[in-house]
T-cell receptor, first 112, second 113 residues
Framework: GENVEQHPSTLSVQEGDSAVIKCTYS??????FPWYKQELGKGPQLIID?????GEKKDQRIAVTLNKTAKHFSLHITETQPEDSAVYFC???????????FGKGTHLIIQP | DAGITQSPRHKVTETGTPVTLRCHQT?????MYWYRQDPGHGLRLIHY???????DKGEVSDGYSVSRSKTEDFLLTLESATSSQTSVYFC????????????FGQGTRLTVV
């Protein structure tokens, strides 16, 4: 099965600064790389994803970069805002119907 | 928001009692999943379903069973609840297999005393 590690486990940044969260995985067959955001009391929600034929994808203030050779991908959030405070999960997958394997999560704290 | 409803949202039960959690979807998605979320462990897959009456085990399936008699409903049963099953349980659905977006319910907080 897929081994997923996510770093850091907690990240505190000043409002307006950038945040980067990294996810490493073990399965070289993985070809789908999503990031989920979980706000307090809610279920996770997809915020951005990337497939293995693309190196980078951007959506306004968030971006995901993929390094398949090194087996890691990262979430980048620029110009952070208070509403970015949440727990973020990566969930790389390789195509089996086994369900997503999640990282343990990164608690992002935006300091005013 | 995707049409996923989990019930109940909160439940307190005693050790040794059976408990059933329900996940209901209105999206007609083929795949349904049950996860549990615990501090320090993230989300771990319990069981999943790839069609009516088609289910399989996930990473942490011991002590849990599931059933899917209709496309829209996926039930998770704890046959005899234990304190280690105190957790927040999430149902998720997806249109295809794991390589597409998964939509999550709001979660069920279960406390076993």
């Amino acid at each position: 099965g897929e081994n997923v590690e996510q770093h850091p486990s907690t990240l505190s940044v000043q409002e307006g600064d950038s945040a980067v969260i990294k996810c490493t995985y073990s399965d070289s067959a993985s070809n789908y790389f999503p990031w989920y955001k979980q706000e307090l009391g809610k279920g996770p929600q997809l915020i951005i994803d990337i497939r293995s034929n693309v190196g980078e994808k951007k959506d306004q203030r968030i971006a995901v970069t993929l390094n398949k050779t090194a087996k890691h991908f990262s979430l980048h959030i620029t110009e952070t805002q208070p509403e970015d405070s949440a727990v973020y999960f990566c969930a790389p997958s390789g195509g089996g119907a086994d369900g997503l394997t999640f990282g343990k999560g990164t608690h992002l704290i935006i300091q005013p | 928001d995707a049409g996923i409803t989990q019930s109940p949202r909160h439940k307190v039960t005693e050790t040794g009692t059976p408990v059933t959690l329900r996940c209901h979807q209105t999206e007609n998605h083929r795949y349904m999943y049950w996860y549990r979320q615990d501090p320090g462990h993230g989300l771990r897959l319990i069981h999943y379903s790839y069609g009516v009456k088609d289910t399989d085990k996930g990473e942490v399936s011991d002590g849990y069973s599931v059933s899917r008699s209709k496309t829209e409903d996926f039930l998770l049963t704890l046959e005899s609840a234990t304190s280690s099953q105190t957790s927040v349980y999430f149902c998720a659905i997806s249109r295809q297999h794991a390589n597409t977006e998964a939509f999550f319910g709001q979660g069920t907080r279960l406390t076993v005393v």
